[in-house]
C-alpha cells in the first residue's frame, strides 16, 4: 500500500492558502454547504434515493454550489468543487475539455472520462458542448465502484450525471443571463527584442539577416478577444405537465487571432401525466451546433512566435504580399504566416430521448427509455503555400450515432422500520461511428482554401480515407437497497454486460458491487452528543468494467488496404493485415475498496467529509509494446498488466459567520492521490508475454531534438504513471570557449550513457499527487465576492521551452530567451536541469455580484449583475510562463512544456441575469 | 392487473431480440476478412505476393529499404567514412543520434535500429503469413498453379533477412506468422547465411526472366537478376557471413568456402564471378552516361538490376536523402525545400582527389561543393540576397556549431537528378530508388577475382572508362576506393568496410572505441527492448 501523505502537509496548504486567501475580501456568492435539505432526492445512478439511504460515495451539487461565472463548459460549475475531479481545459479557453479525470487515470487505455449522462441520455465529453451551463440543476458525482457498478461497463472512471432543470406548475416564467467579457494576453516569454538581437550578433560578430524592425512576434499574433453569452429560457406548467424551453448562444474569441468558437445551443423538454396517473410521460431534446477555428498547431505557432528573426517587420513584403521567411530557420515560419492557416471544426449534436414510467402498482414502477444521439462533426483545413510547401487542404466528417434502450421495474417498499428498494434493468445500445476524410495538395492560389479542393492539383493516395464501425452493447442490472430504522443501510448491484468489441468467448462481463453505511448520528446514544447533527459511516466495494477507447475488430482477422504498388503500368491497390489480431480480448476490470465518513457539527456550520479508496486495475486494456517477432506488428491491444490507484478525499465546509446581513462560507477540498503502475505482463494465448520495461510517453521537438536522448516522460512498470527519467546534471561546466555545457553524472559508472537503463533516473511524477480546490464566499446584504482558488502539488514540470530557448547555440536563426547570453549555455543536452517543482496555487476566479433590489413589480422578480475577472494569478516556483500545463492527460504533452504554451491571458467579464 | 402483465410482457418481448447472439457479433463494412481476400489466384498474387512490395520503399523513418532516414540506408551509411551529419548549431544535434552514428557509439537501446529491426521482422513475419495463407489457398484449389507466387515470396523473404544478417549478425530464423515466444531464438549467423543461399537458390529458377528496373509486369519484383545479384553479394561476403565469432579476430577463408551452384561445387569468390556473368549474359550493361541511372526518368536504365519505384502522384515511397543534404536557399532555388544536413567526409574528398587536378569525374556527379548554381545558371544566394551560397567541403566535422561555415560546411549530395516537379518539399519524385545496379557487378566481380588471385583489372576498368577516368590495377585497396566513388552514398559503406576491414578503425573525426578493434561494431546490437521482451534472447559480444 502508498504510503499516506501526512496528514500535516494537508493542513499546511490550508494555513498556506488561508494566509494567501487574507489578502483578498472574503464576501458570498450564496452557496451554501448546509443548505442543501437532508432528505432532497438524489439520482444514484439509474436509482434515485434520498440521502439516508445512501450508503455508497455519491456527491450531488445544485445550482446553489456551482461556479456560475465565466463558464463556457458545464463541468466549468464544479470545478474544485468536487475532491477528486480533474478537468483538463483546451489550451485556448474553448469549449471542449481536453479530459475530465475522477480520482486519477485508472486505466491506460482511453476510457479514462467519466461516464457523462444528461437526462439519461449516455454520452462523453463533447455531450456536454450541447447542454447550456445555466440550464443545469444538479449533478451527481458516483466516484466508487460501490454505486459505479450500476453502469457495468461504462462506469469504471466514475460517473457525471446531469439532471437539467424541468418546468414548474405555477405561472409561465422567463430567465435571461447574459455577459459580455474580454480577454487580452499579458504576459509572454521575455525573448532577445530586436535591438537587443542586433546588438548581441554585433557582439559576438555574427552575420544576421538584418531587416531593420523590432518586432515583438509574440504580441503581433495576439487579439483582444470579444466574448458574449446568451441564455433564455421559458418554463411553466400545471398539474398534469409542464415544459421548459432554452435556447442559448455563446461567442468566444480567443485571444490568438483567428482563434474564435460560436456556440448555439437548444433544450427543450416535457412531461405529461396520462390515463389517471398511470404513465408518465417525459420528453427531451436537446441539440448544439458548435463552430471553432483553433490554431492549426500550437507548438509550430508559438515556437515561431517566440524564437523568429525579431529583426524582420511584421507586414508582408509590399512587394510580393507574402511573408518574409528565414530559410536557414527550417523548423520555424514566419509567425504571421501561421495565421493564413484556416483551420476550422463543425459539430452538430442532437439528442432525443423519451421515458414512460408506469405506476403500476403503488410500489412497482416499470420505466421503459430510449435515446437517440447524432453527431456530426466536421473538420476543415487549409494550410497555404507560405507555411506548407505547395499548400494543403484537407476536409474530413465523422458521424456517430446512439441508440439505447432499457427498460427497468422498480419496487419500493416501506415495512414498518424496514426499507426495501429493489431495481432490474435490461439495457441495448447500438453505436455507429462512421466517416471520410479527403486532402489535397498543390494549390495555385490561396484564395479559396478548403472551399475549392479541386484548387489542389493532387490528391496523396494517403490523404484519403474513410471508416465504420457499429459496436453494439447488451446489459442487465440487478439491485437492492435496503434501509433498517434509517440507522443501517446496505446496497448490493450486480450488473452484467456484453461487448461486441470482445472475443468470442470472453463478450460477457459481470460487475457486482457492495457498500453499507451507518447513521451513528440515528442512535440513541448520540442523542447526548448536540454538537454533531450528523455523522455517518459507509463503507463499500465492487468491480467494475472498462471499454473505453478500444477499436471494433481487434479479434478478428482482417485486412485493409495497405499501399499503391506498381504492376505494369497500372497502379494496384494490395490488402493485408495492418495490426496484431487478439481473439481473446475481454473486459477490463477495476475493483474499489472505499471508505468514507460524513460529519456536521453546530448546525451543519462546520462539515467534513472524508473517503479514503483503494483501486486495483487488472486485465488492463492497452496497446501494450509487444516484440517483433514474434508478432509482426509492435502494438498489440490486450489485456495484460494491473496498476493501482489510492488516495484520500478531504472536503471541508465551515461557515464561521452567519447572520441576516452577513455569511461568509469557505469551502475547501484537498485530495491525496497515488498511482502505481504494478505489472505490463501477464498471459497472451497462452504465453507469458512482457512489454518493454520502458516506454516514452512524452519528448521534445523542434529544431536539433529529433530523435536521440530527448524523451522526457516515461511509463515504467513499479513507479506512477508518468515520470521524469532523466539523466542527471551536475552543474553547468565551461565549453572552453566562454560558454557553458551540462556536465550529466555517470550514475552507474563506466562513462556517461544517455540510453534508457543507463545514466537516467526516475527524477519524479508529472501528475500531482495533491489537489486542492477552494472556494471562499462572502455576502453582505445584497453584495456577494466569491474567490475561486484551485492548486496542485507533489509533482514536476519539465521546463522544455527554456532548455530550447537558453541554448545559445541556436542563434542567430533561432532567437533565445533575453536571459540566454548572460548564461550563456551552447548546450541542447535534455537532463534534470530543466526539470522543475510543478507546485502551484492558481487563483482562478474573482466575482463580485449585486442582486439588484427590485421593488415588488408585475414583471421583473429579480436582477443579479456580476463582474468577473478570472486567471487573477498564480504562486508558483516554476520558472516557465505558466505551471498549468498538461498534468493529467497521459499523451505526448504530459508534464513537459515545450515551446506550445499559450501567453497568460485574462478575461473580464460582466453579468446579468434578469428572472421575468 | 391484467394491463399490468401484458405491458410488462410486451416489454421483455422487446428487449428479449436483443438476446440472439449474433448482435454481439461484429460485421465490418471497412475491411475484408482473411478468407475474401484470398478467394481466386488472382487475389493471391495480389494480396499475397504484390502487396508486400509495399514494404520495399516506404514514408516513414526506418521504414523501407532506401529513401527513408533512420533505417537500413542511415545504419549502413552515416556509420561510415563516407558520409557525416555535422551538428549544426540548433540543428542536427538530435540527441546526439548522428554523432552516435558516427563515433559507433550507437547504444543498445537506439530507436532507430530498434525500428530499424522491427520493419526488417516484421515484413518477415508478413511474409510469412503470406506463405501460409498461399498453401491454404493451393489446398482448397488444388487444381490452380501457386509455385510461382510461393518462389517469389520465399525471395523476398531472403532478402529481407539478407538485411537483417547483415546488420544484427546471428538472428532468429523464423518461419512462421505467427511463432511462439519461445521459438524466438539466435540461430548462428552461418546458418541464417546458409538458410538465405538455400531459399534464393531454390526460388530463383521460377522467378521471372524480366528486368525488374524497368516497366512492366514485374518492375521493381523479385525477378531471376536480382536473385543472381543477391546470391553474388551474399558470396562476396561470405568470410564475413559465416563466421560466427566474429570478435575472435579470425575469418573464414573465401576460397574453402563452397557453394553448390548450378550442379557445380565452387568456392566463394567463383560463385560470385558465376553469378556476375549470369548478369551479364542476361543483357545488362553499363550506361554511357553514369549519370542517366539517377535521372528522373531512370526506368530505361540498362545498368539497374533492382529499383524502387518512384512517383509522386501514384505511390507513397519518398526519397529524403536530397531533401536533408541541401541547404536551405539552395533547395529554395529549385522550388523545393531542404535540411541542410548530410555531407560528404574528409575521406571521400581525399580519396576522390576534390580540389586536385586528377580530381575523380564522379565527384561532381555526385556531389555539390563550392558555389552552386540554380537550373538557370544563375548563382544561387543567401537570404540577404547578396552572398552567394558556397559549400565548404573540407570544414566538415562532427560538430560545426558556431563555426563562421556552420551552415555551409560540408559538400552535399547531387547524384540524383533534380525532379523540380517534386512534392512534399521535394522527397516525393518520380527517379526510381536505385538499389542494385550491374556497375557493382563489375566491381563484384572484380574483387572476386582478385581475391581467387586471378586478374580483375578488366572489370574494374570498364567502369574507371565509363566515367572517362584512366585504367588503374585492381588491388584490393585500389577496389576499395573505386567503390566509394563509383557507389557514392549508395547504401553499401559500410558492408564494404567490414568486408575489407577497415570499419573498426579509426578514420576522420573518428577515434576508435575501446574494446572496438576485435570487431564488434561490425554488427548492430540486438536491441535491449527485444531481448527484454524476448527472454531466450541475447546480447552480441561487446554490447
Known amino acids: 500500500m502508498d504510503k499516506m501523505q501526512p496528514i500535516s502537509q494537508a493542513l499546511y496548504s490550508l494555513l498556506f492558502l488561508g494566509c494567501m486567501g487574507a489578502g483578498f475580501p472574503l464576501y458570498v456568492q450564496g452557496q451554501n454547504v448546509d443548505e442543501l435539505p437532508p432528505d432532497s432526492i438524489y439520482n444514484i445512478g439509474y436509482a434515485r434515493g434520498s440521502l439516508k439511504n445512501i450508503s455508497g460515495s455519491v456527491e450531488q451539487i445544485t445550482e446553489k454550489q456551482m461556479n456560475r461565472e465565466l463558464i463556457t463548459n458545464p463541468l466549468e460549475a464544479i470545478q474544485g468543487r468536487v475532491p477528486g475531479l480533474t478537468i483538463l481545459k483546451s489550451n485556448n479557453g474553448m469549449a471542449a475539455l481536453e479530459s475530465v479525470r475522477l480520482r486519477g487515470t485508472t486505466s491506460l487505455t482511453s476510457g479514462n472520462d467519466p461516464l457523462i449522462i444528461v437526462d439519461g441520455v449516455l454520452g462523453d465529453l463533447t455531450m456536454l458542448t450541447s447542454v447550456y451551463p445555466t440550464d443545469i440543476e444538479s449533478f451527481t458525482i458516483l466516484k466508487d465502484a460501490s454505486e459505479t457498478a450500476q453502469y457495468g461497463s461504462r462506469g469504471a472512471s466514475g460517473v457525471i450525471n446531469i439532471v437539467t432543470k424541468k418546468g414548474r406548475a405555477g405561472k409561465t416564467r422567463v430567465n435571461y443571463n447574459g455577459s459580455f467579457g474580454v480577454s487580452h494576453a499579458y504576459r509572454r516569454l521575455d525573448m532577445l527584442s530586436g535591438a537587443e538581437y542586433r546588438k548581441l550578433a554585433a557582439e559576438r560578430g555574427w552575420s544576421i539577416l538584418d531587416k531593420g524592425y523590432d518586432t515583438d512576434f509574440q504580441k503581433a499574433i495576439e487579439q483582444t478577444g470579444l466574448q458574449q453569452n446568451h441564455n433564455i429560457a421559458f418554463y411553466g406548467g400545471g398539474e398534469a405537465s409542464n415544459y421548459r424551453v432554452s435556447l442559448g448562444f455563446q461567442n468566444r474569441e480567443g485571444v490568438i487571432q483567428n482563434e474564435g468558437m460560436k456556440l448555439f445551443t437548444a433544450n427543450m423538454n416535457m412531461s405529461q401525466k396520462m390515463l389517471d396517473g398511470l404513465i408518465d410521460c417525459e420528453l427531451g431534446l436537446f441539440g448544439s451546433m458548435k463552430r471553432d477555428r483553433t490554431l492549426f498547431d500550437l507548438q509550430k505557432t508559438f515556437y515561431s512566435a517566440a524564437a523568429f528573426n525579431p529583426t524582420f517587420p511584421d507586414f508582408p513584403d509590399p512587394e510580393t504580399g507574402s511573408w518574409d521567411q528565414i530559410t536557414t530557420a527550417s523548423q520555424i515560419t514566419n509567425p504571421l504566416a501561421w495565421m493564413d492557416v484556416d483551420n476550422r471544426e463543425e459539430t452538430s449534436y442532437f439528442s432525443s430521448h423519451a421515458r414512460l414510467t408506469f405506476n403500476l402498482l403503488k410500489d412497482l414502477k416499470m420505466v421503459l427509455f430510449g435515446s437517440y444521439t447524432y453527431s456530426t462533426t466536421e473538420n476543415a483545413q487549409f494550410l497555404p503555400t507560405t507555411v506548407w510547401a505547395n499548400g494543403q487542404a484537407y476536409r474530413g466528417n465523422r458521424k456517430s450515432e446512439a441508440l439505447l434502450g432499457n427498460l427497468m421495474l422498480t419496487y419500493q417498499k416501506q415495512l414498518g422500520a424496514h426499507f426495501l428498494d429493489v431495481l432490474a434493468l435490461g439495457e441495448v445500445e447500438k453505436n455507429r461511428f462512421h466517416g471520410f476524410y479527403t486532402t489535397t495538395t498543390n494549390f495555385s492560389s490561396n484564395e479559396l482554401g478548403y472551399h475549392s479542393l479541386q484548387g489542389g492539383a493532387l490528391r496523396p493516395w494517403e490523404g484519403t480515407g474513410s471508416y465504420y464501425e457499429e459496436p453494439h452493447l447488451v446489459s442487465f442490472l440487478g439491485r437492492v437497497n435496503y434501509t433498517y430504522d434509517d440507522r443501517y443501510v446496505l446496497t448490493v448491484n450486480l450488473r452484467t454486460d456484453a461487448s461486441s468489441k470482445f472475443g468470442r468467448n470472453h463478450k460477457w462481463g459481470v460487475f457486482p458491487s457492495v457498500s453499507a453505511a451507518w447513521n451513528i448520528t440515528r442512535e440513541k446514544f448520540m442523542r447526548r452528543f448536540h454538537l454533531i447533527d450528523n455523522l455517518k459511516l459507509r463503507l463499500g466495494y465492487g468491480l467494475a468494467g472498462n471499454q473505453g477507447g478500444i477499436d471494433s475488430y481487434t479479434t478478428m482477422a482482417l485486412v485493409r488496404p495497405n499501399g499503391v504498388t506498381p504492376v505494369g503500368n497500372s497502379p494496384l491497390v494490395t490488402y493485408e493485415s495492418l495490426k496484431n489480431v487478439n481473439p481473446d480480448l475481454k473486459w477490463e476490470v477495476k475493483s474499489t475498496f472505499n471508505a468514507g465518513v460524513d460529519m456536521g457539527f453546530y448546525g451543519n456550520r462546520l462539515l467534513l467529509s472524508v473517503n479514503y479508496y483503494l483501486s486495483k486495475t487488472r486485465d488492463m486494456l492497452y496497446q501494450y509494446d509487444v516484440s517483433v517477432p514474434p508478432f509482426a506488428y509492435n502494438k498489440l491491444l490486450a489485456n495484460l498488466g494491473s496498476m493501482r490507484n489510492s488516495g484520500t478525499e478531504l472536503s471541508i465546509g465551515i461557515t464561521p459567520l452567519r447572520t441576516k446581513d452577513m455569511e461568509l462560507n469557505i469551502n475547501a477540498n484537498v485530495t491525496f492521490q497515488r498511482n502505481k503502475l504494478l505489472s505490463l505482463s501477464g498471459m497472451y494465448e497462452g504465453e507469458y508475454i512482457s512489454a518493454a520495461q520502458y516506454t516514452a510517453l512524452a519528448g521534445l521537438n523542434g529544431a536539433g531534438l529529433h530523435g536521440g536522448y530527448n524523451n522526457i516522460v516515461y511509463q515504467i512498470v513499479g513507479q506512477p504513471l508518468g515520470v521524469f527519467y532523466l539523466p542527471h546534471c551536475e552543474g553547468l561546466v565551461s565549453d572552453g570557449n566562454g560558454g557553458y555545457t551540462y556536465k550529466i553524472a555517470d550514475l552507474n559508472g563506466g562513462g556517461v550513457n544517455l540510453e534508457e537503463g543507463e545514466d537516467r533516473y526516475v527524477a519524479g511524477q508529472a501528475t500531482p499527487k495533491t489537489l486542492l480546490g477552494s472556494n471562499i464566499s462572502f455576502r453582505y446584504k445584497r453584495f456577494d465576492v466569491s474567490l475561486q482558488i484551485n492548486g496542485a502539488f507533489g509533482h514536476k514540470i519539465y521546463n522544455g521551452t527554456a532548455l530550447s530557448y537558453m541554448n545559445m547555440n541556436s542563434l542567430p536563426d533561432y532567437n533565445v530567451l533575453a536571459e540566454a547570453p548572460a548564461r550563456n549555455i551552447h548546450d541542447l543536452t535534455a537532463t534534470d536541469y530543466w526539470l522543475e517543482n510543478g507546485n502551484y496555487v492558481n487563483f482562478d476566479y474573482l466575482t463580485v455580484g449585486w442582486n439588484v433590489p427590485i421593488k415588488k413589480q408585475r414583471f421583473l422578480h429579480g436582477a443579479r449583475l456580476a463582474l468577473t475577472i478570472n486567471n487573477l494569478g498564480t504562486i508558483s516556483g516554476y520558472s516557465g510562463l505558466t505551471p498549468l500545463i498538461n498534468s493529467t492527460l497521459v499523451d505526448d504533452t504530459f508534464g513537459v512544456d515545450d515551446k506550445r504554451t499559450y501567453p497568460l491571458s485574462r478575461t473580464y467579464m460582466i453579468s446579468l441575469g434578469l428572472n421575468f | ?543
Open chain 2, 1 to 543: 392487473m391484467k394491463r399490468i402483465y401484458s405491458i410488462l410482457f410486451a416489454s421483455f418481448f422487446l428487449l428479449s431480440w436483443t438476446s440472439c447472439s449474433s448482435y454481439l457479433e461484429e460485421n465490418p463494412k471497412d475491411r475484408l476478412d482473411e478468407e475474401t481476400a484470398y478467394s481466386t489466384l488472382s487475389d493471391v498474387q495480389k494480396n499475397g505476393v504484390l502487396s508486400l512490395y509495399n514494404y520495399v520503399g516506404g514514408y516513414v523513418d526506418s521504414q523501407g529499404l532506401q529513401g527513408t532516414g533512420r533505417g537500413i540506408y542511415d545504419l549502413n551509411t552515416f556509420t561510415t567514412d563516407e558520409a557525416i551529419m555535422p551538428t549544426r548549431g540548433g540543428d542536427w544535434y538530435d540527441g546526439g543520434f548522428w554523432q552516435g552514428l558516427y563515433l559507433h557509439r550507437w547504444g543498445v537501446n537506439n530507436e532507430a535500429i530498434y525500428a530499424t529491426w522491427e520493419y526488417l521482422y516484421r515484413t518477415v513475419i508478413l511474409c510469412n503469413g503470406s506463405l501460409e495463407r498461399i498453401q491454404d489457398f493451393a489446398e482448397k484449389h488444388p487444381k490452380e498453379n501457386v509455385a510461382d507466387c510461393v518462389a517469389e515470396v520465399r525471395a523476398l523473404r531472403a532478402m529481407f533477412y539478407y538485411y537483417i544478417m547483415d546488420l544484427f549478425g546471428s538472428v532468429p530464423l523464423i518461419e512462421k506468422s505467427n511463432p511462439e515466444v519461445e521459438d524466438i531464438i539466435q540461430e548462428k549467423r552461418s546458418k541464417v547465411f546458409n538458410f538465405i543461399v538455400k531459399e534464393l537458390t531454390e526460388s530463383s529458377s521460377l522467378l521471372s526472366k524480366e528486368r525488374s528496373n524497368q516497366p512492366g509486369v514485374y518492375y521493381g519484383r523479385m525477378t531471376q537478376s536480382v536473385v543472381w545479384f543477391l546470391l553474388a553479394k551474399l558470396a562476396l561476403n561470405a568470410e564475413v557471413y559465416t563466421d560466427d565469432d566474429w570478435t575472435d579476430g579470425s575469418r573464414p577463408d573465401g576460397k574453402s568456402i563452397f557453394f553448390e551452384v548450378d550442379g557445380q561445387r565452387l568456392n566463394a569468390w567463383q560463385t560470385v564471378n558465376y553469378y556476375c556473368e549470369k548478369i551479364t549474359a542476361a543483357g545488362y550493361t553499363l550506361e554511357k552516361d553514369y549519370t542517366a541511372n539517377f535521372a528522373v526518368f531512370n526506368e530505361s536504365s540498362e545498368e539497374n538490376i533492382f529499383v524502387i519505384p518512384m512517383s509522386k502522384t501514384l505511390y507513397t515511397n519518398q526519397f529524403i536523402y536530397l531533401f536533408r543534404s541541401r541547404h536551405y536557399n539552395h533547395a529554395k532555388a529549385y522550388g523545393l525545400s531542404g535540411e541542410n544536413g548530410s555531407s560528404a567526409t574528409k575521406e571521400v574528398l581525399e580519396t576522390f582527389g576534390y580540389d586536385t587536378p586528377q580530381v575523380d569525374a564522379r565527384f561532381d556527379y555526385c556531389y555539390f561543393a563550392g558555389p552552386v548554381k540554380d537550373l538557370g545558371g544563375n548563382q544561387i544566394l543567401l537570404d540577404d540576397g547578396v552572398t552567394p551560397l558556397v559549400y565548404e567541403p573540407w570544414n566538415v566535422a562532427l560538430d560545426v556549431s558556431g563555426k563562421p561555415y556552420e551552415k555551409t560546411a560540408g559538400a552535399r549530395m547531387k547524384k540524383y537528378e533534380v525532379d523540380k516537379t517534386g512534392l512534399k518539399d521535394g522527397k516525393l519524385l518520380d527517379n526510381d530508388i536505385v538499389l542494385y545496379r550491374y556497375a557493382d557487378v563489375l566491381l563484384m566481380q572484380s574483387e572476386a577475382k582478385v581475391r581467387n588471385g586471378e586478374d580483375g583489372d578488366a572489370e574494374l576498368n570498364l567502369v574507371r572508362s565509363r566515367v572517362g577516368m584512366a585504367p588503374r590495377t585492381a588491388t584490393l585497396e585500389n577496389l576499395l576506393d573505386e567503390r566509394m566513388m563509383e557507389l557514392a552514398w549508395e547504401g553499401w559503406r559500410r558492408q564494404d568496410m567490414i568486408r575489407f576491414g577497415v570499419f573498426t578503425r579509426s578514420y576522420s573525426c573518428r577515434p576508435q572505441l575501446p574494446g572496438e578493434e576485435n570487431g564488434y561494431t561490425t554488427v548492430f546490437p540486438i536491441p535491449e527492448k527485444v531481448i527484454d521482451m524476448n527472454p531466450q534472447l541475447h546480447q552480441h559480444k561487446g554490447y
